[in-house]
Structures are given as structure tokens and as C-alpha cells.
């Protein structure tokens, strides 16, 4: 099969496995809403992102390594595994000592009860990323996608049992945490076959050098690019309490749905693809891959945001309607992060590591300086600092790829077709919510009217204004499906 046919073969598992796993995982979330109130979920949301916080400023990169320079046989691969656990090991139990100060700073009595179980699921997840990365240097992107799946079903169903039937409150949420890391890691470890990376090998300085001066600017990529995605929570947390943490985190999941398990399984599958393929082509798979990617990802955000009020008061109980706002702001701006992380990849693929560093570096100055200047208004006006800075971050991507042959005009032409048709169809949306005949309250119905209409319109419209690219992703499905055949 072709490299290319190949890679969207896996985006498409990837999708798929993981949208399904997510489905199950949100209901999941909706459910336990009506056992655990938002100062809860906020509380183990703030012991979720100060573990992978650590988790984040220890990587160093060592995912990339094993991707581009892993040709070495079991060395490499024994020196990344031990050097990792190594250094998140002890960050982690620093910050398990730590927990009492963090409750008092964060004004969360019950952090001390969720950090041990946290820290723990994050080393467990560091010992599974390297098989995951061999896996995804091998283009084995439905084994990845597979084993994730049943991990994210397995948390939902285990968290829901010991929310509901045992009443564990936060603490069961963590404890499926630790049995989702434990899953995943065994399945991928044994996916991958233990001899590739469990097979011991002399500890050589002049490897850990190399994995160490190669990873570091990834590894300050890395960290930076995960702050940026969750450590805004910690600051709401400072600022405005755990409840409003609460919502703030649900609505960013469901914000991400889009986002994560549709942009950022393409954005994964596209390095390895992108080194796979002569440099020269490069720049065009990129601009398709963001062109197909707008295609499916903006009417998800947008639709999204536009049914934010109606999916909230039909699926919530009243006490998470506060959410609203920060839905409706999340998903439509969620549609940078999946596109800048295709640009991201195109420009490590060229090694310009140093200059991805720079610009994450901007990115997150300017999102944490927007949260801490718009917050002194309220918890809503803090929410776009989120869009600012990855507007901004866009902005900066397209300069720099722009000087690799990246033509910016390209990219806003492939997606002129998506953006119009997703504005067409949240205006028909916000239509449609004006008419008299709905009440008070939101319905079922009504939710299910605004979805229908919704993507008859986008559809209608993207098929109109652009009938070429619908044709070539039909062909290139039908070519992924007769290859597998």
C-alpha cells in the first residue's frame, strides 16, 4: 500500500477507535455528574494535572528518539526505558511529599487522598510509551488505537462501579485511573513484543548523552505543549475555587473531542509517514492533511459550540449548567490545537526543533499572562485566553513553515471550503433555536433537531463549494478499504 493511503488507513482506525472509546467515556463523565458534585471533579482534576505535570517536564523528548533514531537494535531502547523511569521516578514521590502544602496553595482539602494514586497511574504510563512509540515507528496505528480503546472502556465502566455502586466519590476515579495505565501499558508492551523493548542492555554515558542532548528542545516541546493544554486548569483552580474548576474541566473534555480524538490522531500519524516520504513532497501531503482535516474537525467544533446550551441543560443535571459558557468558548476555539499540531509535525520532520521551542514558548507566555489579566474580570473572560494564544501560536506556525515551502496562501485555500460551510451551518443552528415552537427548557428533541440540521447543512454546503476534495477523500477510502481487502 501506498505511504501515503497507508497513513490515512491508520488515522482512520485511530479515528474511529478513538471516537468510539471517547463516546463511552463521555457518557460515562455525564453520568457520574450526577454523583459527584463539580468541587469534586475538580479536585482530582487538579491531582490529574500536577502528577502529569511531572510527567510532562521529565519526558525529554524520548518519544521522538525512539521514532527518528531507534535503528540501533535494543540499546536505544533499553537507555530511553531506564532513563525515563528513572527521572519522572523521583520528580513523582517529591511530589506524593509534597501533597499537604498543595492542598493548602490550591484550597483542596481532599488533594492529599487523590496525589498517590495519580503519580502512580503516570509512572505506570511512562513504562507503556515505549512500546507505544515502537508500535507507532512500525506505522502500527490500529494495534495503538485498538489498546487504547479498551483501556478508555475499561476506566469508564470500572469508575462508574465504584463511583455508583461502592460510592468511592474521587477516589474511585483514580483508581480506574491506575487500572486503565496498567491495562494499556500490558496490552502495548505485549502487542509489541517484550524481547523489543524489555531486552537488557550495558548502560553506556555516551548513549544517554545523545538520548539527552537530542531530546531536550522535544522535551521542552513536550512539556510546554501539555502545560498549555491543561495546566490552565490550575491556575482556575487558584483563582476561582474547585467548583469552578469542575466545570471548567468538563467542558474542556468535551471541547477536545474534536480536537484529540479526530486532529491529533492525524497529527500522530503524520511524522512517521512524513519521514517515510522524500522531502520534496512533504509540503504538499501537509497542506491535503490540513485541508481533510478542517474538513471533518470544524463542523464538530463549531456544531459543538452552537448546540453547547441545549446538549448542557438536556444531558446535566442544573447543578453543571455553569458550564455553558466555557463550552461554547472551548469548542470553537479547539480547531487551532489539532491544526497547529499538524504544522508542528511538519517542522520536527525538517528538525527544527529549537525553532518549535521558541514558538511554544510564546504560546504559553501568552496564554498563562491572558488567564491572569482576563481572570481579574471573571472565570468566562479568562476562557479566551485559551483562543488567543493558540490563534497567536497558528499565526507563528504559518511563518515558519512558510519558509519550508509551506505556501500559507495554500493552507488558507484548503481551508476556505470547510470554514464557510461550518459558518453557514451555525447560523442555520442558531436559526433554528429562535423558533417558537421549542420551550422554556431544552428537549431531546430539540438537541436532536439542532444535530440533524446541523450537518445536513454542513454537508449540503461543503459538497457545493467543493466537489473536488469530497471526490479525492472518497477515492482515498475506497483505496484504504480495497488494499485491506
Known amino acids: 500500500m501506498p505511504i501515503a493511503s497507508k497513513a490515512l488507513g491508520g488515522a482512520a482506525w485511530s479515528i474511529l ?18 454523583f459527584l458534585a463539580p468541587e469534586v471533579m475538580g479536585e482530582v482534576t487538579t491531582a490529574v494535572v500536577l502528577a502529569f505535570t511531572v510527567n510532562w517536564a521529565t519526558h525529554l523528548g524520548f518519544a521522538k528518539y525512539l521514532i527518528l533514531r531507534s535503528s540501533d537494535g535494543a540499546e536505544p531502547v533499553f537507555h530511553v526505558l531506564v532513563l525515563s523511569l528513572v527521572i519522572v521516578g523521583l520528580p513523582l514521590m517529591g511530589l506524593v511529599a509534597a501533597s499537604d502544602e498543595l492542598a493548602v496553595w490550591f484550597s483542596a482539602p481532599h488533594l492529599t487522598q487523590y496525589l498517590p494514586g495519580m503519580a502512580l497511574t503516570v509512572f505506570i504510563r511512562r513504562i507503556g510509551s515505549v512500546p507505544e512509540k515502537l508500535l507507532s515507528r512500525d506505522m502500527r496505528f490500529g494495534v495503538i488505537a485498538g489498546a487504547s480503546a479498551l483501556a478508555e472502556v475499561s476506566y469508564s465502566l470500572l469508575a462508574l462501579l465504584l463511583v455508583m ?24 508492551g505485549v502487542a509489541c513484543g517484550p524481547r523489543n523493548w524489555l531486552t537488557p542492555v550495558p548502560i553506556r554515558m555516551r548513549r544517554v548523552r545523545d538520548i539527552l542532548a537530542y531530546g531536550a528542545p522535544l522535551g521542552v516541546i513536550a512539556f510546554l505543549y501539555e502545560v498549555a493544554r491543561y495546566a490552565d486548569k ?24 474534536p480536537a484529540v480524538q479526530v486532529g491529533e ?31 471533518v474537525i470544524l463542523p ?110 495554500a493552507v488558507l485555500k484548503a481551508a476556505r471550503p470547510s470554514l464557510a460551510s461550518a459558518s453557514v451551518m451555525a447560523v442555520a443552528i442558531f436559526g433554528l433555536r429562535q423558533l ?11 438537541l436532536v433537531a439542532e444535530f440533524i440540521v446541523g450537518c445536513a447543512v454542513y454537508v449540503a454546503t461543503y459538497v457545493l463549494i467543493d466537489p473536488v476534495t469530497v471526490r479525492e477523500f472518497r477515492e482515498r477510502i475506497a483505496l484504504v478499504l480495497s488494499a485491506r481487502r
Request: cysteine-free; glycine content about 6%.
Open 17 to 34: 477507535a478513538g471516537l468510539l472509546s471517547r463516546a463511552v467515556g463521555l457518557a460515562g463523565t455525564l453520568v457520574m455528574t450526577r
Open 165 to 188: 455502586r461502592f460510592h468511592l466519590g474521587g477516589q474511585g476515579v483514580v483508581y480506574a485511573n491506575i487500572v486503565q495505565a496498567a491495562l494499556l501499558t500490558l496490552v502495548l
Open 234 to 257: 490550575l491556575v482556575f483552580t487558584k483563582l476561582f475555587g474547585p467548583a469552578r474548576t469542575g466545570e471548567y474541566s468538563l467542558a474542556s473534555n468535551l471541547a477536545d473531542v
Open 265 to 295: 490522531q492525524v497529527a500522530n500519524v503524520l511524522l512517521p509517514t512524513l519521514m517515510q516520504m522524500d522531502s520534496q513532497r512533504r509540503p504538499e501531503l501537509v497542506v491535503k492533511a490540513v485541508g481533510m482535516l478542517l474538513a
Open 300 to 409: 464538530m467544533s463549531f456544531g459543538l459550540s452552537m448546540i453547547a446550551p441545549t446538549l448542557v441543560e438536556v444531558l446535566l443535571p442544573a447543578r453543571w449548567w455553569g458550564m455553558t459558557p466555557f463550552l461554547a468558548v472551548l469548542a470553537a476555539t479547539s480547531i487551532f490545537r489539532p491544526v497547529n499540531a499538524l504544522l508542528s509535525q511538519f517542522l520536527m520532520s525538517a528538525e527544527r526543533n529549537h525553532t518549535l521551542m521558541h514558538l511554544e514558548v510564546v504560546r504559553v507566555a501568552v496564554l498563562f499572562a491572558g488567564l491572569l489579566i482576563l481572570g481579574q474580570w471573571n472565570a468566562l473572560a479568562a476562557t479566551f485566553a485559551v483562543g488567543a494564544a493558540g490563534l497567536l501560536h497558528l499565526v507563528l506556525l504559518l511563518v515558519r513553515t512558510s519558509a519550508l515551502q509551506v505556501s500559507t496562501l
Open 436 to 446: 417558537p415552537v421549542w420551550h422554556d427548557h431544552a428537549s431531546v428533541l430539540q
